[in-house]
């Protein structure tokens, strides 16, 4: 279905340090808004405002060989080395060089949920040098199926000049993923334990890598269990197959990826239907798949924020200057087909 391009001239109150996105909206025609969170912000004061918990909460945890922990550091009560801050409508999650290793009684970590220390690479309170943030909604909110769009820019764009070391994501999981090594056979990945990722799915609307800034990532990650009880986790990357588009997944490979002006913001959706995807940027597609007969990709799912330092993909950490290492977004929305509209957009 060919979309239909809202312009809303409505210009957000940002401070001089960042410019005022365009809320710009690629709605398709018949879809009607489920959720949204145009990060208004709660309890606020003169540093900002506070995500509203009660669609986001805070998680921290572990994988990919990541350099960071992920923190519940606000800026309303943390204005020095807070890791998220909203500002006149724009929600920001900042990564830190914490000048030294420290620890989560040091920096106040989130919650784990599940990832005990025991659990190698799920060790969430472990001792590293750098923090973030990641906001999700899962047990808040989740959804199975629809058009979901973000407004977002991503990080160093106001410096003009990328480091690398970054890995900030949208994306979304299984609502009904347990979530943690400790409750799915231990160290590693147990098929026996039904939800466990990757047989719970995970669409990846949004990745990005601050050494390629000009360049975005789409994937998705799933187990189709053509092998029965073994462990046979598929991605456009790791086993790439005829239901991936071209140049979708990353696995590293410097010819996949998708065109981004990085230093702009820009809006990216994903139309997630019964058995197809397809990703957008700035209302044009860019990528499809065919998810026919996966079980893994047609369940609700819930919304994650994230900026990971260091790990398999955000690759070496080389940032002198701090102060742009975030990602901003102005809005989060979902539509689905002949749904009742529930959103107030003024």
């Not at 309890?43 to 506070?50: Q, V, Y």
């Not at 005829?242 to 998708?258: A, L």
């Not at 900026?307 to 398999?312: Q, R």
């Not at 070496?316 to 509209?341: C, H, L, S």
Request: proline share 4%; net charge negative.
């Amino acid at each position: 279905m060919k979309p239909l391009l809202i312009l809303v001239s409505l210009l957000f109150s940002l401070p001089a340090w960042s410019d005022a996105p365009l809320a710009a909206t690629y709605v398709l025609e018949g879809y009607g808004c489920i959720w949204h969170d145009e990060f208004d912000g709660v309890h606020c004061n003169e540093n900002g405002c506070e995500l509203n918990q009660q669609y986001w909460q805070f998680q921290n945890l572990n994988v990919n060989n990541e350099e960071m922990l992920y923190t519940q550091r606000q800026c309303t009560d943390y204005p020095d080395d807070y890791n998220y801050c909203i500002r006149d409508g724009v929600f920001s999650i900042h990564a830190r060089d914490e000048g030294k290793p420290v620890r989560c009684d040091d920096v106040n970590c989130a919650d784990d949920y599940g990832w005990p220390c025991e659990s190698g690479t799920g060790c969430a309170d472990r001792e590293e040098r750098y923090t973030s943030g990641r906001a999700m909604t899962k047990n808040k909110f989740e959804a199975k199926y629809g058009y979901v769009e973000v407004s977002f820019r991503l990080p160093f764009s106001r410096q003009g000049k990328s480091r690398s070391g970054l890995w900030p994501a949208f994306w979304m999981l299984d609502a009904t993923i347990n979530e943690g090594p400790g409750s799915c056979g231990g160290d590693s990945l147990d098929r026996s334990c039904e939800n466990a990722w990757p047989v719970a799915g995970e669409l990846d609307i949004l990745e990005h890598v601050s050494a390629t800034p000009d360049i975005l990532f789409h994937n998705v990650h799933w187990d189709p269990g053509v092998n029965g009880p073994g462990w046979d986790h598929r991605s456009c990357d790791i086993r790439p197959i005829d239901v991936c588009s071209e140049n979708m997944g990353w696995g590293g490979q410097i010819d996949r990826g998708f065109a981004i002006d990085w230093r702009e913001w820009n809006v990216i959706g994903i139309e997630w239907q019964e058995n197809s995807i397809k990703w957008t940027l700035n209302g044009k597609i860019n990528a499809t798949m065919d998810t026919t007969g996966e079980e893994e990709l047609n369940r609700a799912m819930f919304p994650i924020m994230n900026i990971a330092v260091g790990g398999a993909m955000g690759g070496e950490v080389d940032i002198q200057d701090w102060t742009d290492a975030f990602i901003e977004f102005a809005y989060i929305r979902w539509y689905q087909k002949g749904a009742e509209n529930k959103c107030d957009l003024q």
